[in-house]
């Protein structure tokens, strides 16, 4: 195919990014990303009773979060309804559709009658095929001609052939009396102006293809492949809901979860690619395609979106993820780091990003680090920075002075200046992390003092062992 891929998203803005609006962004985009092609979007706001600004900003807000740029500006459906209202008097012009001036009354009592005979309650409009000179100078809507017969075939590249016998789509209205467009008018002829080649989307969507490849084939515009993708299911297999937990991206963020890892995560829902799990954006770009797109719903599974995040966390860049973690800081309303904590944070960023999947859990591991000298010790750790256990601070502080900072030079120096003394490390472990963290329960010994670096570990140590008075 030589024709350049164009994909979308296009949201409804009713509320909050879900996370299965999100994964039809990712696959969009890494449809478009991997091939050179545009990602366009398209915020669905015709329903002027349900569209809110606040909606589209936190769509807007959530897209930029998971890291899903796209091109061009945001297209507004409302704001193109004057082409979709030509597109329909278009089709009128050229005898594909027509005017249709059955009041609702007459729509119901057609779809009564036809219930009590047992026929077809698809509402056949006597308009059809009216001459223009009967017609009344009264309140029409305009209808597209469908086929009567025949059937149209959606070849959709996950579902496959699906067939929708052409008896059962009516003539559908394309604009309302009051001259406004229908949405399915609206998305066909939005996705034929944009150019869009590839339609991915949820596949509650794919009774609509139907109708919107009518428009199509009136309008004689070239089709775009369809990719209808089945939803997400939560653990147990039912429909995704509330009660499985988060549905809106904001929630990921606010629990911490880093974008790349919910890229990685949100792109194996339903897709994959041989046995991979943990992947770049590169990599997924490159590999992404429909055919690796599963038919059957896929199952949301927090254990395994943890650790791909984990395995994420552990592979950035320090510097991107304190530029992270402030953001993740700054939406959960936690006051910013001074600059000299964020200095520490980055120093001890390779230590902090290990075995941390989320940023809270990056912050629980940097809580020690965080708090200020002079360490207050809850009681708990009071208790273990008795006299002895002071003296033996004292002690260590010179020989750690001489220490090569890693893990294995601070763990050997331990290791003799315990033996040498004949006390179990153990022994060591509680008034160490009393002075380190004023805690009992603390990340491992050596870890802080690797997160910490030496002179600040020198100088808890320090202040820990002065004796008391
Ligand atoms: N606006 C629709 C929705 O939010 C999507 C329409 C489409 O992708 O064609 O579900």
Redesign the pocket.
Known sequence: MSQKVVT?????PTGYLHIG?AR?ALFNWLFARGRGGTFLLRI?DTDRARSTPDATQAILDGMEWMGLDHDGEVVSQFERAPRHAEVARQMLDAGLAYKCFATQEEIQEFRDAAKAEGRSTLYRSPWRDADAATHPDLPHVIRIKAPLDGATVIEDAVQGDVTIRNDQLDDMVLLRSDGTPVYMLA?AVD?HDMGVTH?I??D??LN?AARQMMIYRAMDWPLPVYAHIPLIHGPDGKKLSKRHGALGTREYRQMGYPAAGMRNYLARLGWSHGDAEFFSDAEAQKWFDLDGIGKSAARFDFKKLENICGQHMAASDDAALLHELKDFMAVTAQPPLSPEKEAMMLDAMPHLKERARTFIDLLDKAEFLLANRPIEPDEKAAAQLDDPARAMLRDLTPHLRDATWNRTGIEALMNDFAEARDIKFGKMAGPLRAALAGRSATPSVFDMMLVLGQAETLARLGDAGQSRN
């Open positions: 979308r998203f296009a949201p409804s609006g039809t669905e998305v996705d339609v989307r949820g509650d969507h609509n």
